[in-house]
Every structure is written in structure tokens, then in C-alpha cells.
């Protein structure tokens, strides 16, 4: 099977043949030149000249991309060859003035110069003037259909994938330019562009339930756009940024507590506790490589300072009930006298507090650890009864999670090392440290939404951050067109 990638290589040396084809110099043979030729030879000069200039490229969302996919082309016009028709260039502008049905705004794809119905015609085709104006629209649709693929793919306002990082980077993964060079092969230009998309089930539900409200809301695509259907687009979005895996992954949502583990075709659910709104818990992607038994938990510079030291001063049990451990930063024990901690509450900076494992360690008997710049971790906690309450926003910031135990042995099971469940159950039981690497890392993303379909049905979950309004004005406006 030809990929895209493959396939747009492919197409480069033919691309090449046919330019100098057309241009009479393949096989030493001259062409006549004929008014189209002559039309298209300035429109190509007017792309080259318009690209190098400052104007036209500060109103392009993707410039340096524009310039990439043009220079593969030799500068020679994609939409507007008065050669090869207009079909194309039709399908372009019809996704484009829909964009709404795939979760994006209208008023980011250039629509004010880019209006519905035909191109602009090739009459006086020796004309400067014409030409200036063809190559104008020439550019600004590829950039429109350059941005449509972008944010199809990374979304609009990706913090990890900002547009101009991936406008810079000319030799990512993902490129928009070779995968329009790719649809341009094509009889219908749609599915290639389409594909794009995410693929994960969670997104394709929402672009469902998208496409049912569409039907009965609007007749047009760049209608004014109710609060629920916004409210799903922008959790579309959300799921952009979030890049869920092929195979085995672990998705924790923050509005509806929950976690869940997709081995193959099987949802493991399970409960789990999250950061309050003072500190909440961030969106990321990472992967769990190793978990940990009876873990001992460094507390956090912060949690210390405000909470921990008032409690010791408050409390001289406090630190022997609770395991924790005062040291300096060269890991010297300091005794926990009155006169000690007054003069650890005076430079607190200069000392740490460790809780040592056991069955009230703050992070339970289990913790998950996974790479990411928050410090935050997936743990088991001893507090089990607060996942009998409906809204779980609790912590500091790192999620907890219920069954924590299940949860290792699953991913042991998955990474084909079950004969490990045994030192994940006596770590546990024992209060024994156990670091249990995995062979193969698991995806995990933490992401925030507050609408998904669950088992076929349209759910929302309260907005416990107060994210929904900032992002819904950024991608739409307040209006949300």
C-alpha cells in the first residue's frame, strides 16, 4: 500500500516531467506558446513575486509552508491552472466555507477574499492586473486549505504545537504541505484532507453528535452557532491537543473524574480523584514507564510551607502519626523540637519533609510515575472514602486513583509481564519498595472535557475550572461564529 508520504514523493519527479513538458524542454522539443501558457507563466511569475514580498505573506497564517509547497511546485499555481479546470479548487472552497461542520470557526480560512461559488475567471488572460489578483486567491486558498489541515490535525490553539513552530519545522512528522500535494493527486481532493483528523473513538463521537445538532440547528455551514454545538466544537478541539495512541492507552478526564485503560477493545473504568481549582490538575501527554511500591513522597516545596508547618507547630504528633521526616538540604534529619521548627518556619527553603511508606503515606501503597514538566503523579491514596462522593476535586494537583492495585496488575498483564504481579502485591502488602518497570511504556493523557458520548449517550460535566468561556472566545469570538 502507497502512503501519502510515499505517494507525494512519488508524484515529484512526474511533477518535474510535466513542468518541463510544458515548458519545452523535455526531449529537446519546443512547445507552442499559446494564451493559457501565456496566462499561466505570469501567474507563476505573480506567485513567485507576491511569496518574496512582505505584504501578502504577513496575512498568511502558514508562510513558510506556503512557500515550501510552491517551491516543490516550481512556483506554478495548484487551483488556478487554466489547463486543468476548476473541480478542484471547487471542493476546496465548499470544505472550507463548512469548516463549522468539523468543529472549526469560519473566519479563520481567509472567507472574506475567498467567497463561495466559482473562482475568478482566466478572460484577458495576458493581463498583468488578472494576474496579480489570480495569484492573490491562488496563494491565500492554499494557505486556508495549509491551516484547515493544521488545525484538523494539531488544533488551532495547541500550546504544545503553536502555528508558528509548525510552520517552522520542515521536517516534523505531520506536513501539511505534502498531504495537499498528496489530495491534489486525487479525483476529490475531501478525504485526504479529512484525514487529518484524530482518530480516536472519543473525538469521532463528538463529530457525530456534532453533525446530528448541525442537521437541526442551521441549513447553512457559517451560521451563528448555538451554545451547545460551541460547547462540543471546543471539546473538540481539547481532543485535537491530546493525541490519543493506537493500542493500550490511559485516559484520565478531569470534569468527569474518571480513568480509563483501552487494552485492545476493552474500557477498564475506574474512579479517580483530581486537583481543586487552586490547583488544578494540568492537561499533558506522556507515558507510564515504572510504578512504585510503598513509595516514600518528598513533599512539595509549597504543601510544606503552608500546610505541613503549621500543623507541627499546631500539633507536636502531627509528624510521628503521619510518617513525615524534617531534613535539611544537605539530607541531615533535623529533630523535631519546638525550637527547631520555629527555626525551620523562619527559612523554610532551607529544609524538606519526607513521609516515609505505610498505609497512611499520602500517596497510598502505589504510585505511577510518567515524564512531564508539572511533577505530577497517578497514585493510590488511603483516603478510599472520598471516591464514594459525586465530585472529586481534592487534591494538589496529582490525580488519585481507585483500585490502584487492578490498575498495575492490567498494565503488567499488557506488557506481558504477569509473573511480576506477585512483588506488585507484596510491595503493597508489606510496605516493601519496589520500582516495576514496564518493557513497553503506556500512553497516558490527562485531558479536560466537559461533553463526551458515553455508550452512545451525549454527556456534559461541570466546567470545575472555568476553562470553557476563555477557550470558546478565543476560537470563536463572543459571538461564536
Known amino acids: 500500500m502507497i502512503t501519502p508520504v510515499k505517494q507525494f514523493f512519488l508524484f515529484i519527479p512526474a511533477l518535474l516531467l510535466m513542468m518541463n513538458s510544458q515548458t519545452g524542454l523535455a526531449n529537446n522539443t519546443v512547445t507552442p506558446i499559446t494564451g493559457a501558457d501565456q496566462a499561466d507563466t505570469l501567474l507563476t511569475s505573480e506567485i513567485r513575486r507576491l511569496l518574496a514580498g512582505k505584504g501578502l505573506y504577513s496575512q498568511l497564517y502558514f508562510p513558510k509552508s506556503a512557500i515550501r509547497f510552491y517551491t516543490v511546485r516550481g512556483f506554478r499555481p495548484a487551483w488556478l491552472n487554466p489547463a486543468g479546470g476548476d473541480i478542484k479548487t471547487l471542493q476546496a472552497l465548499k470544505i472550507i466555507n463548512c469548516v463549522s461542520q468539523y468543529g472549526l470557526s469560519c473566519t479563520d480560512y481567509h472567507l472574506d477574499e ?40 494539531f488544533g488551532k490553539m495547541n500550546s504544545d504545537h503553536p502555528s508558528g513552530r509548525i510552520d517552522r519545522d520542515s521536517t516534523g512528522k505531520f506536513q501539511a504541505g505534502q498531504i495537499l500535494q498528496t489530495a491534489l493527486l486525487q479525483k476529490d481532493i475531501t478525504a485526504v484532507v479529512l484525514g487529518s483528523r ?67 477493545d476493552t474500557v477498564y473504568k475506574f474512579k479517580v480523584i483530581v486537583g481543586k481549582p487552586g490547583n488544578p490538575t494540568p492537561t499533558l501527554q506522556s507515558a507510564v514507564n515504572y510504578f512504585t511500591t510503598a513509595p516514600e ?30 531534613y535539611d538540604n544537605n539530607g541531615r534529619y533535623i529533630e523535631p523540637t ?14 524538606y519533609t519526607r513521609q516515609s511508606p505505610g498505609c497512611d503515606n499520602s500517596l497510598g501503597l502505589l504510585v505511577f510515575r510518567f ?20 465530585e472529586r476535586h481534592f487534591s494538589h494537583g496529582c490525580v488519585r486513583v481507585e483500585q ?64 470553557d468561556e476563555g477557550l470558546e472566545k478565543t476560537l470563536f469570538g463572543t459571538s461564536g461564529n
Open 198 to 264: 484524530p482518530s480516536s473513538e472519543a473525538y469521532l463521537a463528538l463529530q457525530r453528535q456534532l453533525e446530528l445538532l448541525e442537521k437541526q440547528y442551521q441549513d447553512g455551514c457559517c451560521e451563528p452557532l448555538p451554545d451547545e454545538i460551541r460547547k462540543i466544537m471546543i471539546n473538540m478541539e481539547r481532543l485535537r491537543w491530546a493525541g490519543a495512541e493506537a493500542g493500550a492507552y490511559i485516559h484520565i478526564n478531569i470534569p468527569s473524574y474518571t480513568l480509563k485503560l483501552w487494552i485492545k
Open 338 to 351: 519546638r525550637a527547631n521548627l520555629l527555626k525551620v518556619k523562619s527559612h523554610p527553603e532551607m529544609y
Open 114 to 153: 475567498l467567497p463561495d461559488g466559482r473562482p475568478p475567471g482566466i478572460a484577458d488572460t495576458a493581463g498583468k492586473a488578472v494576474a496579480l489578483r489570480r495569484a492573490r486567491y491562488e496563494i491565500l486558498l492554499t494557505d486556508a486549505m495549509l491551516t484547515l489541515i493544521n488545525n484538523l490535525h
Open 371 to 390: 515524564p512531564n514538566i508539572y511533577d505530577v503523579y497517578l497514585h493510590d491514596t488511603p483516603e478510599q472514602k472520598l471516591f464514594a462522593r459525586t
Open 404 to 467: 490502584a492495585e487492578k490498575l498495575g496488575r492490567l498494565l503488567l498483564i499488557n506488557d506481558g509481564s504477569a509473573d511480576k504481579m506477585q512483588v506488585l502485591h507484596n510491595g503493597m502488602a508489606k510496605y516493601i519498595r519496589q520500582d516495576i518497570r514496564l518493557k513497553q511504556p503506556v500512553p497516558i493523557m490527562i485531558t479536560y472535557l466537559t461533553c463526551e458520548v458515553v455508550d452512545g449517550k451525549y454527556i456534559t460535566y461541570p466546567d470545575i475550572y472555568g476553562l
Open 297 to 326: 513522597w518528598r513533599v512539595p516545596a509549597k504543601i510544606f510551607r503552608r500546610e505541613l508547618l503549621p500543623k507541627m507547630l499546631r500539633y507536636p504528633a502531627f509528624l510521628e502519626n503521619n510518617h513525615y521526616g524534617i
